[in-house]
């Protein structure tokens, strides 16, 4: 009787034990960690991509930067706040082509895809363009005589510009894009090539738009095109344009559920 009584009350104990990890178990909230995206990789993702509204030094009008590949950049992250499978990065960044600058505070939206964290958007915060003066530029004072505001040089004839290289991840219902500006009294060519890859149709649409039809695609409306792909796995681009603000677009729009990778070498040429 006494050894069925200890192992009855043993047992008890375990089952009391047991019960009570259970429960720290089931109110123990999960750690979220925060992902590491080193500046490198940020250096990396946004080549090729756009940063729209950065105002110049002087108060004109806002432009829109692209990043290349072969820019100096000097990135500093500030601050990373992981939502699930997207997170918000914001930096400081430096860095500058042949006549301007561009530094200040961006704002990079990441989204978890097949377990890579893939750059899908940046916004400006702060960043402003600046020329990048000769050595024995001054700026002008109030009450003194201003000197002639120095312009950007016009393209040398003929130029080409890189405007997608390499590849792209594109996630299910989503865009990438890619600005341009064809300066006046000039006229560009759009050439290369893409290829696209998942899903059940390996497919992509790519276009070429302006502004307005830009703005368009952006919210969901039918637009006019200077090229459609039309929905392909593989193609080609030879597009002339006249002077403008474009864009080359890669569209994921119509897949409800697969990322797609996408592989592109597409010049512009300016004549």
Known sequence: MRRTFAISFCLLILLIATGAEAQRRRTRQPVRQRPYISPEKISNDLVGLGVRNVPLYDGRPSDTWTFAADEPK?????????AGDTATLVIDIITNDANTQLAGKLRLNYERVAGDWILTSV???????????PPDYS????????????????????????????GYAIRA?????????????????????????????NDIEVYILDNIQFENFANGHSVSTY??????????????????????????KFSVFTAKAINADIVLTVR
């Open 139 to 166: 700026p002008p004072t109030y009450g003194a005589i201003e000197r002639p505001r120095q312009e950007p040089p016009a393209y040398e004839r003929p130029t080409s510009v890189v405007l997608a290289r390499g």
């Open 74 to 82: 000097t990135i500093r992250v500030l601050q990373t706040k992981p």
């Open 227 to 252: 090229y459609n792909s039309g929905r392909v796995t593989v193609g080609e681009i030879r597009t002339q344009l006249g002077p403008g603000n474009y864009f080359l677009v890669f569209s994921n």
């Open 123 to 133: 916004d400006n915060l702060t960043a402003r363009l600046r020329p990048i003066s």
């Open 173 to 201: 219902g989503a865009y990438q894009y890619f600005p341009f500006y064809v300066n006046p009294s000039t006229t560009g060519t759009v050439s290369g090539g893409f290829r696209a890859a998942g899903g059940g149709g």
